[in-house]
T-cell receptor, first 116, second 115 residues
Framework: EAQVTQNPRYLITVTGKKLTVTCSQN?????MSWYRQDPGLGLRQIYY???????DKGDVPEGYKVSRKEKRNFPLILESPSPNQTSLYFC???????????????FGQGTRLTVV | KNQVEQSPQSLIILEGKNCTLQ??????????LRWYKQDTGRGPVSLTI?????NTKSNGRYTATLDADTKQSSLHITASQLSDSASYIC??????????????FGTGTRLKVLA
């Protein structure tokens, strides 16, 4: 089954304790991205990756890191989490970046992170 | 500033009724527009994708329209079912300065269908 898998689904952590949220896709997609979703705001892009070893900042990259060592995996790293990073996080993948043609993005199930 | 605004913010209807959700955008240049359905606690799932030249597209009981001149889109749900209860997100694709297109998300309309 084609899917994007995130882990964990729920996470409560303390300020400053490094954490990693994993994302894996089995569709051989080149483009992957991370979003956060907060009440009253649309999804906002944190980082994206065009391919292996190619990553770039999205709209809200501060406080986050990513890596793309393999095509299928795109982990999100919070080196020193703070309470303002409490949010619902989604990983997404697609064959190509958003282009003029139909390029459907597949989203993971989400990771609800609480930083206390 | 590129923005996508949706209305209403929330909507409650009775099962079997029709409803229409609105999306207005001020995004330029425009590439395409998508509607996503997001069930509570789950990731968004694509319903329709429309490019500049398309003004209507259907997916079962969901019909999306696009007026590129007025920069408006609507999502019409026919004969609603309890399973239609979800948030519906309008997403416009635009050209980013990095040389790629990017998504601009609306805040969504939360639909509740009552039995």
């Amino acid at each position: 089954e084609a899917q994007v898998t995130q882990n964990p689904r729920y996470l409560i952590t303390v300020t400053g304790k490094k954490l990693t949220v994993t994302c894996s896709q089995n569709m051989n997609h080149e483009y992957m991205s991370w979003y956060r979703q907060d009440p009253g705001l649309g999804l906002r892009q944190i980082y994206y990756s065009m391919n292996v070893e190619v990553t770039d900042k999205g709209d809200v990259p501060e406080g986050y890191k990513v890596s793309r060592k393999e095509k299928r995996n795109f982990p999100l790293i919070l080196e020193s989490p703070s309470p303002n990073q409490t949010s619902l996080y989604f990983c997404a993948s697609s064959f190509n970046p958003p282009t003029g043609r139909d390029t459907e993005a597949f989203f993971g199930q989400g990771t609800r992170l609480t930083v206390v | 500033k590129n923005q996508v605004e949706q209305s209403p913010q929330s909507l409650i209807i009775l099962e079997g009724k029709n409803c229409t959700l609105q999306c207005n955008y001020t995004v330029s240049p425009f590439s395409n527009l998508r509607w996503y359905k997001q069930d509570t606690g789950r990731g968004p799932v694509s319903l329709t994708i429309m490019t500049f030249s398309e003004n209507t597209k259907s997916n079962g009981r969901y019909t999306a329209t696009l007026d590129a001149d007025t920069k408006q889109s609507s999502l019409h749900i026919t004969a609603s079912q309890l399973s239609d209860s979800a948030s519906y997100i309008c997403v416009v694709s635009s050209f980013a300065t990095s040389g790629t297109y990017k998504y601009i998300f609306g805040t969504g309309t939360r639909l509740k269908v009552l039995a």
